[in-house]
Structure formats: C-alpha cells, structure tokens
Nanobody
Framework: QVQLVESGGGLVQAGGSLRLSCAASGRTFSGYAMGWFRQAPGQEREFVAAISWTGGSTNYADSVKGRFTISRDNTKNTAYLQMNSLKPEDTAIYYC?????????????????WGQGTQVTVSS
C-alpha cells in the first residue's frame, strides 16, 4: 500500500512563503512522477505542479508559474513544493499525488495515490 504524507502547511500573510513536503512510503517512489493539486472550498480540485521521476521535466499551472517550484529528493522519497509570493487566492488544501507512470501529467486521472492534504491559508 502506498502512503503519502504531506506537511508544511499553515497560515501565512500575503507575500510570504511556505514549503510543502510529501513523504512517500516504501519503494513506491521510484520511477513515478509526482504532482501537487489543491482544492479551495466550494471548488474542484485543480492541478498545481508536477515533476518527472528524474526531476528533469516539470509542469506548472499558469496561476502559480514563476512563484511555485516543485522538486524531489529520490534518496529521501520526498517531493517538495516551494511556494513564494503567496496570494489569498492560493488558500486551499494542498494534496500530493503519485502518478501512474513516470510522465508529467496535469490531469488528476493520471494519479493513483493521494495524500490526506495539508491546509494552506494566506491572509490579506
């Protein structure tokens, strides 16, 4: 069974930064792309960023491009999301997910395992 555990969420003022982490259990990290999604109250879950297994390919939603950076440390089975210049509209529950393959994907259908989520709240 794959387990993904997010951490690093919290309350921050607009313009601030947070770094989210996603720790994966076992050997389930190897060979798979990883992604971050978010869901605000009353809204559908949306793609934020994704990174290939090697880290050589990344993809970002237009709304976070230039502000967020996705990375991974395969020796630690951990993916990260560095979030800078945060805005109130970034407020949401953030989920990490493991892709079904090594490719970078932006559709939630391309991911088969999900974490429980971590709350990010940005105050104005």
């Amino acid at each position: 069974q794959v387990q993904l555990v997010e951490s690093g969420g919290g309350l921050v003022q607009a313009g601030g930064s947070l770094r989210l982490s996603c720790a994966a259990s076992g050997r389930t990290f190897s060979g798979y792309a990883m992604g971050w999604f978010r869901q605000a109250p009353g809204q559908e879950r949306e793609f934020v960023a994704a990174i290939s297994w090697t880290g050589g390919s990344t993809n970002y939603a237009d709304s976070v491009k230039g502000r967020f950076t996705i990375s991974r440390d395969n020796t630690k089975n951990t993916a990260y999301l560095q979030m800078n210049s945060l805005k109130p509209e970034d407020t949401a529950i953030y989920y990490c997910a493991r892709a079904r393959a090594s490719l970078v994907l932006s559709s939630a259908n391309g991911y088969d395992y999900w974490g429980q989520g971590t709350q990010v709240t940005v105050s104005s």
